[in-house]
């Protein structure tokens, strides 16, 4: 775009030439021209008409030195690879540049960058109503060297808050125009947004003569209201990036406090956990009281790690580090669940009813897969007070399609939709005080299957309870037999 010619040049040195072609050539044409008609005029006039000869050959001539001089300047202008551009061109191609631009950087490039030297002045700023306070305004792409801020309630502010453009005096007693006269701005654009001033375009002096061509003004006046909406559209960007950073920054430190503290508990939980081995051993403790110490040290410890879990799975893992999947035996892990919880279930009165065929085998992340039943299996456990806790497992569609299904309370209708938030607890859990914890265990279930390349969602649920299924991608037996010949290699070696 630099080297565009628009409405009064850019190039002075092609500009010159191309004059200097146009007028020599134009003073050769009219010459031979006007030789031509005195030389056929003049035979045929007598000595007294021949002053009405020269005139009629010079008003002839006259007629047509702006046709010719025109057609000059086109042919030079395309020689000398110059293209003239004119308001409605020039402000079509800044418009297109202003609606596919966001940043207040990408702004600047286009009305602080380029669009003075289309106008011929010296120089431009950009002041934009700094977000997301809206207290100051502030120059766009530069450091802020005024040394007077720009206040959104100041009197610059307020004088040009119902202005068109304003010409900024040379001596005001009423306004300091300190600011503006510092970065060079002699013409003031104000830049709206409805009916609130975001911005403020500054032109410096016109780079021939004292004064701003119309042109020029009109120009800026029809370019107002894009650059206006382009800027608002700058603002949101930039409160956009500015939000997203402090996200950024508030999850790095939630991230650094879990951690802080899951670290600092599991310290004082092991010396609880070990000193509860050796009062065991003790006839003064009683076996109730044994039995209280080490439910409350195993439910803090649980919490603990679910939220370091949970705390650990927030960063997505590069490609290169995605787990692996394995083929794995359902029955056996289930089975091997199971017996982790019977002690737990016969103390609540639940038992368990499992129907896994023994053939069926899922292709997984096998540590994800093992968190994720032991999340959902924990829940029914808990949230049941006697009943049946029902395990049942399927081919289908290519898929392994697991149900756990309970007799529990079941789940408001309301709070389904928030089931798999984290630290979300509906309030029929909230409303046993038994059931301690944090809403993270469905949360981690799911990053866990989805890890497998799964799917979790409640199938129903209601006061006869709810069941919960699981879609994991099938092994084939030969993935199943080429895995268990390659660990049996491993082991033997």
């Known amino acids: 775009m630099n080297g565009r010619t628009t409405l009064v040049g850019v190039d002075q040195r092609t500009r010159f030439a191309g004059k200097a072609l146009t007028i020599g050539t134009l003073v050769l044409l009219l010459s031979a021209f006007y030789l031509l008609l005195i030389s056929v005029l003049a035979p045929r006039l007598d000595t007294p008409w021949l002053p009405l000869g020269h005139t009629l050959a010079a008003v ?3 007629t047509l030195v702006v046709p010719i001089r025109n057609r000059l300047a086109l042919g030079y202008n395309r020689l000398l690879h110059r293209e ?6 020039m402000l079509r191609d800044i418009g297109a540049s202003l609606g596919h631009t966001l940043s207040p950087e990408g702004l600047h490039s286009i009305l602080v960058d380029d669009l003075p030297q289309r106008l011929r002045v010296q120089g431009a700023t950009l002041w934009m109503l700094e977000p997301p306070d809206d207290r100051a305004f502030v120059l766009v792409g530069q450091p802020n060297t005024a040394s007077q801020p720009l206040l959104v309630n100041g009197v610059i502010a307020r004088r040009l808050m119902h202005a068109t453009y304003l010409l900024i005096p040379t001596a005001d007693r009423d306004i300091d125009w300190t600011p503006l006269i510092e970065q060079g701005v002699r013409l003031v654009l104000p830049l709206r947004a409805g009916h609130q001033l975001i911005g403020i375009y500054g032109c410096g002096p016109a780079l021939r003569g ?11 006046l029809m370019l107002a209201p894009s650059v206006g909406s382009a800027l608002e559209n700058a603002r949101a960007y930039t409160k956009i990036a500015r939000l997203n950073r402090e996200l950024l920054e508030l999850d790095q430190m939630k991230a650094e406090f879990i951690q802080s503290v ?6 004082p939980l092991t010396t609880l956990s070990l000193a509860m081995q050796l009062y065991d051993r003790q006839a003064g403790m009683t076996p109730a009281l044994a039995n209280i110490a080490r439910t409350g040290i195993a439910q803090l410890q649980a919490l603990v790690d679910r939220v370091l879990a949970f705390d650990l799975g927030l960063a997505p893992p590069a490609a290169e580090q995605s787990p692996p999947t394995l083929p794995i035996r359902l029955a056996p892990l289930l089975d091997e669940l199971m017996d982790a919880y019977l002690p737990i279930a016969a103390a609540k009165g639940v038992r368990f009813d499992i129907h896994i065929p023994p053939e069926l085998t899922a292709m997984a992340h096998i540590p994800s897969l093992c968190r994720a039943l032991h999340e959902i299996v924990d829940n029914a456990v808990r949230y049941s007070i006697g009943g049946t806790v029902t395990i049942a497992a399927q081919l289908h569609d290519g898929h392994v399609l697991l149900s756990i299904a309970d007799e ?19 309030s ?3 409303a046993l005080a038994a059931t301690p914890g944090a809403g993270l265990g469905l949360s981690i279930a799911r990053r866990d299957i989805e890890a497998s390349n799964g799917q979790i969602w409640l199938e129903q649920s209601g006061p006869d ?9 099938a092994a084939t037996l030969t993935d199943l037999l080429m895995h268990e010949g390659i660990r049996e290699r491993t082991v033997n070696a």
Do not use: K
């Open 210 to 220: 004292q004064f701003y061509p119309e042109r020029v003004i009109n120009v800026l």
């Open 408 to 426: 529990g309370p079941g789940i408001p209708q309301e709070e389904r939709d928030r089931l798999f938030e984290a630290f979300y607890r509906g």
């Open 262 to 267: 899951g670290h600092e508990l599991r310290t």
């Open 428 to 430: 029929s859990t909230r």
């Open 465 to 473: 309870g709810s069941t919960m299924c699981i879609a994991i991608p």
């Open 60 to 62: 002839m001539i006259a």
């Open 84 to 89: 003239w551009q004119t308001s409605q061109v």
